[in-house]
């Protein structure tokens, strides 16, 4: 688990610092590193507890706006604002490491207890557990599926969950038991899940099934060539991103209770893996690295962004930003400028490919980002801050995740496991 400090000091590119006030010229304008890592204890220190201002941040416009190329996320309650304090997204908290037990490594998970078979019990200087943090805990394990779980889905108004893997199957878990009641055959791998109102739409090869958990209406979507691997609705359609690069669009008829074709999206060049839907805008992230914006209304691509050096794998809408993230181990906050293009206005490094990102609220209702990377965890930060909150450790990548109700949050791996978590009663604010 790495210091938050070392988050917040040594990833966040052109960061303001946290006083703006005249600090003591200490050793040359020097700044502590044991600051920087979370962990000074001297009183007085003889170096700054603080970062020098970087040459865009001096630049900074007197109003207390932020350079337009300075990596600062801004403040989206003063948008527009003629004056206000300095922004502090992008920002990361100082301290320890969230949750570690002391004497233990900081940032590695001991193999052979994932394994289950580690000799050196509690001697051992790795960590035995699934998570570090203080605020979420492990329920229970879901196991059934024997490949990767690809996608997870709770339909409005059911008391049932739905898991879908490479193993060609959707299983059906009971909320209350946690017990599986269900498998069924779809005839091929599980590319892609996601519920809309009572429906269930599994993307698959060559097709996309379509559950409705009220009426026990079952639909195959035919247009897709290959593996269908995103799905997204959005004004009154449903998008799908297929393998050969185009996404396709459906529409709802009620009378005829059917799904039937309305548009096919071109510009692409490899495999679409991800969609999302923001505003009156269709975001779709690609293995050709590209990130198109679609206008929903025409459903034209309206611009394409070219800043992510590998697969875009994943595309989230928070507030009025939209965050992507890549293979090429980072993860972009766009805004939208005045002439109405979308500019990346902060990046945030990790050291792994990122496969997925999940927006979702704690227990206090603060927004939290998770953050799957290909070295088997998944990071929660706060948003917009980017500070660590936890940190959660599996076998294999997580490439499903899914938020429920009651503070419920559940991640898929791909061993075929789902894990049920939920944040911790003690964080509810008290009333």
């Known amino acids: 688990m790495e210091a938050t400090g070392r988050n917040g000091n040594k990833r966040m590119h052109q960061r303001l610092g946290p006083s703006q006030a005249t600090a003591p010229d200490r050793a040359n304008n020097k700044v502590c590193y044991h600051w920087r890592a979370g962990r000074c204890n001297r009183h007085p220190c003889p170096f700054l507890h603080s970062e020098i201002p970087t040459p865009q941040q001096q630049s900074a416009s007197p109003d207390g706006g932020v350079a337009k190329r300075n990596l600062v996320w801004k403040n ?5 604002a003629a004056s206000g304090p300095p922004s502090k997204w992008g920002k990361g908290r100082g301290g320890g490491a969230v949750g570690r037990p002391p004497g233990k490594a900081p940032d590695r998970v001991c193999n052979y207890f994932l394994a289950g078979n580690c000799t050196y019990g509690e001697k051992c200087r790795f ?10 805990s492990l329920l229970t394990s879901l196991q059934g599926h024997q490949k990767a779980v690809s ?6 108004g059911s008391d ?18 946690g017990q599986c009641v269900g498998v069924i055959n779809v005839g091929g791998e599980v590319g892609c899940m996601i519920s ?9 090869p060559n097709a996309v099934k379509a559950w409705n958990m009220q009426t026990a209406t079952d639909l195959s979507l035919d247009g897709p060539i290959g593996q269908v691997y995103s799905l997204v609705v959005g004004n009154e359609l449903l998008f799908a991103g297929t393998q050969d690069g185009r996404i396709l669009a459906w529409k709802f008829i009620a009378v005829g209770n059917c799904f039937e074709p309305a548009a096919s999206l071109v510009g692409h060049q490899l495999s679409v893996v991800s969609l999302v839907v923001g505003a009156v805008r269709l975001y779709s992230g690609s293995m050709d690295h590209m990130i198109r914006v679609w206008d929903l209304a025409t459903l034209q691509c309206i611009q394409t962004l070219t800043d992510h050096t590998s697969v875009v794998m994943s595309v989230l809408c928070w507030d009025q930003f939209l965050l992507s993230c890549s293979l090429d181990k980072t993860i972009k906050v766009w805004v939208a400028t005045e002439s109405g293009n979308l500019e990346v206005t902060y990046t945030h490094n990790e050291e792994h490919g990122v496969l997925s990102l999940f927006g979702m609220l704690d227990a206090q209702a603060k927004p939290i980002l998770l953050c799957s990377c290909n070295d088997n965890s998944v990071r929660l930060y ?6 660590e909150r936890g940190k959660i450790f599996s076998k294999e990548e997580v490439r499903a995740m899914q938020v429920g109700p009651s503070g419920l949050f559940f991640t898929g791996d791909a061993t075929g496991e789902v894990k049920v978590w939920n944040w911790l009663p003690n964080e509810m604010p008290h009333s």
């Open 76 to 80: 989206p309650s003063n948008a527009g």
């Open 196 to 204: 809309e109102g009572p429906w269930i739409f599994i993307g698959v």
């Open 160 to 177: 049932k969950l739905y898991s879908g893997s490479k193993d060609e199957s959707v299983r059906v878990w009971d909320c209350q038991s």
């Open 151 to 156: 996608g997870i889905a709770l339909p409005s």
């Open 127 to 136: 960590l035995h557990s699934w998570f570090v943090g203080d605020s979420f």
């Open 382 to 387: 706060d948003l917009p801050s980017f500070s």
